[in-house]
């Protein structure tokens, strides 16, 4: 645990959280400002800042974990594909240094502009 860090706060459940998935490495939640319904964050219960930090162990559980929570959201959602995203450092859009992927489940006309291909 990094002291005053919100997302090993959160991780390990010392505030509550809107929790989608949990287990002995990783909790899943919602992120406080989606970018579409069921945007969902995971967050390893180890703090690392990011993936120039994350430990193997971690890393290669990673997306087993994120892969289970696509699945979740394809069926209880419906969403019609998702993107994940992960940011690291500020120039790269970091804003909480703790390590997190996004999954952003995506519908039609949703009106995200992630992915998007010039032309
Ligand atoms: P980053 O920009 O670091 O990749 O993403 C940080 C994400 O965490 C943002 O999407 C932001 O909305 C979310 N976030 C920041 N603080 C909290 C919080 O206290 N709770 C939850 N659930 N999400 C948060
Ligand atoms: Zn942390």
């Not at 002291?3 to 990783?26: L, P, R, W």
């Not at 069921?38 to 120039?52: C, D, E, T």
Request: with cysteine; hydrophobic share 40%; aromatic share 8%.
């Amino acid at each position: 645990m990094e002291q005053d860090c919100i997302f090993c706060k959160i991780a390990n459940g010392e505030i509550s959280s809107s929790t989608v998935y949990e287990d002995e490495m990783f909790r899943v939640i919602l992120d406080l400002s989606p970018a579409t319904k069921g945007h969902a964050l995971v967050l390893p219960k180890k703090h690392f800042r990011n993936i120039f930090d994350i430990d193997e162990n971690t890393a290669s559980r990673l997306f087993v974990v994120a892969a289970k929570v696509a699945s979740a959201m394809k069926k209880s959602l419906g969403c019609t594909g998702l993107n994940i995203v992960q940011n690291n450092e500020e120039i790269a859009g970091q804003t909480v240094f703790h390590f997190h992927l996004h999954i952003i489940p995506r519908y039609k006309d949703d009106g995200q502009v992630i992915g998007w291909k010039p032309g």
